[in-house]
T-cell receptor, first 114, second 113 residues
Framework: EPEVTQTPSHQVTQMGQEVILRCVPI?????FYWYRQILGQKVEFLVSFYNNEISEKSEIFDDQFSVERPDGSNFTLKIRSTKLEDSAMYFC????????????FGPGTRLTVL | GDSVTQMEGPVTLSEEAFLTINCTYT??????LFWYVQYPGEGLQLLLKATKADDKGSNKGFEATYRKETTSFHLEKGSVQVSDSAVYFCALSDKTSGSRLTFGEGTQLTVNP
């Protein structure tokens, strides 16, 4: 069964460093998403991406964040200058469409900012 | 804005017990409703969904009915197993909010043999 994959499973970085989280969505999916879950809190939407551009973003997704689909298979989330409060589990998801959006999630990348 | 509220957890049950996890929602439009499950060390997996009022979603013995009048989507299972131990998330997607999923807090379920 096709699945969303994410690398790395755990990333440790120093405050102020740039990190890139990688995702490989399901191959025939067209819509891509990033969510995050800070420990003990809700899963929160960050951004959705379709047709090589951001279709929607939350208030969390500020100028420190960017997303890219650098080739036909990868979908990346970049955090330019990490802060302690960026420590969280980051989930990538993909879907075929948006009505309703049955989104399939990856296993997540745990980001720890020291 | 949209929001989802789940019953406070964690929930601990014995095997073969009846499970209910409450979920209520607030939405500006007419949302689709979902239950996702997260097993230890894994990502979120779609468990079931319902897209309109009175729809019943079901999968693996779990059921939830979309109740517009009470804005609820409670998850039930008649007889839980140890393997059902996981975190369960209620979520909604509202077209007026784009395609984003709005999640509840998650409910940790532990089933003891």
């Amino acid at each position: 069964e096709p699945e969303v994959t994410q690398t790395p499973s755990h990333q440790v970085t120093q405050m102020g460093q740039e990190v890139i989280l990688r995702c490989v969505p399901i191959s025939n999916h067209l819509y891509f998403y990033w969510y995050r879950q800070i420990l003990g809190q809700k899963v929160e939407f960050l951004v959705s991406f379709y047709n090589n551009e951001i279709s929607e973003k939350s208030e969390i997704f500020d100028d420190q964040f960017s997303v890219e689909r650098p080739d036909g298979s990868n979908f990346t989330l970049k955090i330019r200058s990490t802060k302690l409060e960026d420590s969280a589990m980051y989930f990538c998801a993909s879907s075929e469409g948006t009505a309703p959006p049955t989104q399939y999630f990856g296993p997540g990348t745990r980001l720890t900012v020291l | 804005g949209d929001s989802v509220t789940q019953m406070e957890g964690p929930v601990t049950l014995s095997e073969e017990a009846f499970l209910t996890i409450n979920c209520t929602y607030t939405a500006t439009g007419y949302p689709s409703l979902f239950w996702y499950v997260q097993y230890p060390g894994e990502g979120l997996q779609l468990l079931l969904k319902a897209t309109k009022a009175d729809d019943k979603g079901s999968n693996k013995g779990f059921e939830a009915t979309y109740r517009k009048e009470t804005t609820s989507f409670h998850l039930e299972k008649g007889s839980v197993q140890v393997s059902d131990s996981a975190v369960y998330f209620c979520a909604l997607s509202d077209k007026t909010s784009g395609s984003r999923l709005t999640f509840g807090e998650g409910t940790q379920l532990t089933v003891n043999p």
